[in-house]
């Protein structure tokens, strides 16, 4: 289980957030929503370390996450690569091998492996020569799914992994997931529509600038908690037509 | 055709031609090399910078007679540590923080070789002098290739993994801080060895050219550094005949060498050349 206790983190003076406390389960899908600015990704790079903090823990089986960055596998927001790079899918996904391989080691025939088979699970097998600059968005984000599947994490860490992709390609990673989540890992996604909340996530935290709250989606998607993290219009919009569809 | 005789048969004669040669395939091979990561890594001010902010580290090391490598590093990195001081404790972008930090060392190295002036050549030292290489430089620079080669051997996932995706690198706990200082004390060796064929000026153009010209024509980290570091050799080679022929400084003449090889794969590479694209538009 992976807790965050009291964290503070500040950009500027300005704190993002102050003595936020989460935790994320194993076996289950966990789905942060908040509105824009809330405080998600700087939540996540917080815990990560990638972020300095001003104060609060973040463990993962009761040991800092510090010690044990190996054990999460982190899938960036997309937009911040360079996609330029003259890398070509199956060397990225390899990259995903790195954080196991000792120092001087570079990867092998059974990491190419490894790589081949995590590419034909994202269904990007005949891909494997194509320069990532030639793909389009979802086959891109599956590119980096398959590589997290490399790394074979305990933790799995996706920041925004549905922004700017195809239905199939979303569906492509949702059974990935599924499939983590049958496995016992710890599955967190960073997500702004509030449209699958309920079919995607088992657990869901609600963020903005602190917890709203978290725990099992069916008792915290509710419209109070909407209304309170995002606008009393939104909340009427997904809970009324939500309901008119009921009747 | 005739120079060329001429260069060859100065090649078999002169003692001083032959060193010169060998220091410039060497300076091309490791500027090939750690010039492919300074662009891919988006570094080439920094490259830039590094190059001139060994400036007083060469002075200093003339004036107390001490090895010139080891001025010149202690200089670059701590250019590279100021510039890395600067952007974190302040709002200023880092090509502000470069731009600041090069330019003041710069004009104190300046300053401090006019004072050292009897001991050493400024114009040799800013546009490079490989006919005058002497076989102990020689040697210096053997041990520096070998240094350039073993470092990206050994740390050749890490230097790709921090170049391509930083985040990721740092997310599994990877120390990119300290493999980025070390890929600066590489820099500034490259620089201080360059500093004999090319000059302090123009050994920006070196670590950029070459690579950027590899960059168009290839889609392999690898590949780009094997061909960065082919036409570095070239260059350096070519440069060198033009400068023995016509009594060209070797600096100018080796880069002006890059840059013709740059424009032919600017235009012609199959992969991004703006002609083999606006036929295949059309």
Do not use: C
Request: aromatic share 10%; hydrophobic share 50%.
């Amino acid at each position: 289980m992976i807790k965050v206790r009291d964290m503070t983190v500040a950009y500027d003076s300005a704190p993002v957030f102050t003595n936020l406390s989460i935790q994320f389960e194993p076996g289950k899908i966990t789905g942060i929503i908040g509105p824009n600015g809330a405080g998600k990704s700087t939540m996540i790079k917080g815990l990560l370390g990638l972020t300095s903090k001003q104060s609060g823990t973040a463990t993962l089986a009761d040991q800092p996450i510090a010690k044990q960055l190996k054990l999460i596998a982190y899938v960036e927001q997309r937009a911040a690569l360079d996609l330029t790079f003259p890398i070509n899918v199956l060397d990225t996904v390899l990259t995903g091998t790195y954080p196991n391989l000792g120092l001087f080691k570079v990867p092998g025939k059974k990491e190419e492996e490894a790589a081949l088979a995590a590419l034909t699970d994202v269904k990007l097998a005949e891909f494997n020569h194509r320069q990532i600059s030639e793909l389009s968005g979802g086959q891109l984000q599956r590119v980096f799914v398959a590589r997290a599947i490399v790394q074979d994490a305990d933790v799995i860490i996706l920041d925004e992994p549905f922004v700017g992709i195809d239905m199939k390609s979303e569906a492509d990673i949702m059974a990935i997931l599924k499939k983590w989540r049958a496995a016992g890992k710890t599955i967190i996604v960073v997500n702004h529509d509030l449209n699958k909340v309920t079919t995607y996530f088992d657990d869901l935290v609600i963020i903005n600038h602190g917890v709203v709250a978290q725990g099992q989606t069916q008792d915290v998607f509710t419209k109070k908690n909407i209304t309170t993290a995002f606008s009393g219009d939104l909340s009427n919009i997904l809970f009324d037509e939500g309901e008119a569809t009921h009747e | 055709m005739n120079s060329i005789a001429l260069f060859i048969d100065g090649l078999t004669k002169y003692n001083f031609l032959q060193t010169a040669l060998i220091t410039a395939i060497l300076v091309g091979i490791m500027s090939g090399i750690v010039g492919s990561f300074i662009i891919l890594r988006g570094m080439s001010l920094m490259g830039d910078a590094i190059s001139h902010a060994v400036l007083p580290g060469v002075a200093v090391a003339y004036m107390l007679g001490i090895n010139l490598l080891l001025g010149a590093s202690i200089f670059g990195l701590l250019a590279a540590m100021l510039i890395g001081f600067v952007t974190m404790k302040s709002q200023l972008k880092n090509d502000t923080a470069i731009g600041i930090v090069f330019s003041s060392f710069f004009a104190l190295g300046f300053i401090l070789i006019s004072m050292a002036e009897s001991a050493t050549n400024l114009h040799h030292i800013l546009f490079g002098n490989v006919l005058a290489v002497s076989d102990q430089d020689l040697i210096t620079t053997a041990i520096v290739l070998v240094v350039v080669v073993l470092f990206v051997v050994l740390f050749y996932k890490e230097l790709l993994i921090t170049s391509f995706d930083n985040t990721f690198a740092r997310a599994y706990g990877l120390k990119t801080q300290v493999l980025h200082y070390g890929l600066m004390m590489i820099l500034t060796l490259v620089t201080v060895t360059a500093l004999q064929t090319v000059g302090i000026i123009l050994i920006v153009a070196m670590l950029i050219t070459p690579a950027a010209t590899a960059y168009l024509l290839t889609n392999k980290m690898s590949s780009m550094i094997m061909i960065a570091a082919t036409f570095s050799v070239f260059a350096s080679v070519i440069g060198l005949y033009f400068s023995f022929t016509f009594n060209w400084a070797s600096g100018p003449a080796i880069v002006l060498t890059a840059a013709v090889f740059f424009l032919l794969a600017f235009l012609f590479s199959p992969k991004q050349g703006i002609f083999i694209k606006k036929r295949a538009a059309n």
